[in-house]
Nanobody, 116 residues
Framework: QVPLVESGGGLVQPGGSLRLSCAPS????????MGWYRQAPGKQRELVAL???????NYADSVKGRFTISRDNAKNTVYLQMNSLKPEDAAVYYC??????????WGQGTQVTVSS
């Protein structure tokens, strides 16, 4: 297991922005995709966004046009720029990494709170 280290969560007012980042703490090879899930209290974990090594992206409908996922392949780091945040975006955001051979790694989660 290679831990994923997340950062960037916190408290923001509605309409504000946050940027999450995530990177493996050690060396890892043959990465296929990285992305973010989120889970709000009482709700199922849902995919927010993903990006493959080739640059293909996919977003949940609820965040399209507001969130942007990007990746620095040299650093194996994935970023999630979140703009125009809404109270319903509040959740614990989990970074994940998929290897080509199908293994998945998870981050520990970072809390995003959207409140005035």
């Amino acid at each position: 297991q290679v831990p994923l280290v997340e950062s960037g969560g916190g408290l923001v007012q509605p309409g504000g922005s946050l940027r999450l980042s995530c990177a493996p703490s050690g060396s890892i090879f043959s990465i296929y995709a990285m992305g973010w899930y989120r889970q709000a209290p009482g709700k199922q974990r849902e995919l927010v966004a993903l990006i493959t090594t080739g640059g293909r992206t996919n977003y949940a409908d609820s965040v399209k046009g507001r969130f942007t996922i990007s990746r620095d392949n040299a650093k194996n780091t994935v970023y999630l720029q979140m703009n125009s945040l809404k109270p319903e975006d509040a959740a614990v955001y989990y970074c994940y990494l998929d290897k080509v051979i199908g293994e998945r790694y998870w981050g520990q989660g970072t809390q995003v709170t959207v409140s005035s």
